[in-house]
């Protein structure tokens, strides 16, 4: 993991606020609007920027194998002591290098970044997308949420747009399978004018090359000490 990760300022310090804040939304009603493009069969899934483990607590409930990268321990563990499952492996790595996470050399189904890429400035972004496609298994999915609107009070965040992050997924080998646009799902960001857009892409399939299988091989919760 980088010396200093990108974005977390302020999450430490608000964990247990967060986290109940969080833990509040029904997944549901949060990727309503990417909810056919999660596997039905078990599937291996990364949710990096894990919080508080809600997403990887339900995609677990689902029957899937979840990594939960969570970069601020405050918050990594918290969700793990409150989401118990053999489902669920907690990692602590950052975005945008995600170094932990490369050297285990693992390629997931479907990697989900839900309220994450703002927290990246320009040249972070153009570093994280190439990290991020390397984790995907041929055929496999990239799900993002992106923030539009002000940013709370002592929250690092940036501007971000739908354009920009297919451009750089292109450059990736990440083809857009999807763009549209949605509204937050908590009523204080609707309120101050807070709203999303959801952007899939797919990487596909080498004609004649065998699809890669994720590899778990016992690893348990390396990152809480991070």
């Known amino acids: 993991m980088s010396r200093r990760a990108a974005g977390i300022q302020g999450y430490a310090e608000d964990a247990a606020a967060l986290v109940e804040k969080w833990e509040s939304l029904d997944y549901r009603d949060v990727h309503r609007a990417v ?4 596997p039905r069969r078990p599937a291996a899934i990364l949710d990096i920027g894990a919080g508080s483990g809600r997403d990887a607590a339900a995609l677990a409930g689902m029957g899937h194998r979840v990594v939960a990268v969570e970069p601020v321990v405050e918050l990594r563990v918290r969700g793990a002591l409150r ?3 053999p489902n669920i492996e907690w990692v602590g790595d950052s975005l945008p290098g995600l170094r932990r ?5 693992d390629r997931f189904d479907v990697v989900m970044m839900t309220a994450v890429w703002m927290h990246l400035d320009e040249r972070q972004r153009r570093r994280a997308m190439p990290n991020v496609a390397r984790l995907v298994r041929p055929g496999g999915f990239v ?12 929250r690092c965040m940036f501007a971000v747009a739908a354009d920009e992050t297919i ?10 399978i999807l763009n549209c646009g949605a509204e937050s799902a908590q009523r ?16 596909h399939k080498v004609t004649g ?10 690893r348990t919760n ?4 991070a």
């Open 167 to 176: 451009r750089l997924a292109a450059n990736a080998g990440l083809a857009v």
């Open 188 to 203: 204080a960001n609707r309120l101050a004018g807070v709203h999303w857009t959801w952007v899939g892409f797919a990487k």
């Open 101 to 105: 996470l490369s050297a285990f050399g």
């Open 35 to 38: 909810a056919h493009l999660i």
């Open 143 to 154: 799900i993002m949420s992106l923030r539009h609107g002000p940013s709370p009070p002592g």
């Open 209 to 218: 090359s065998s699809c890669e299988e994720a590899s778990f091989i016992g």
């Open 83 to 85: 989401h118990l499952s």
């Open 222 to 225: 390396h990152g809480q000490g």
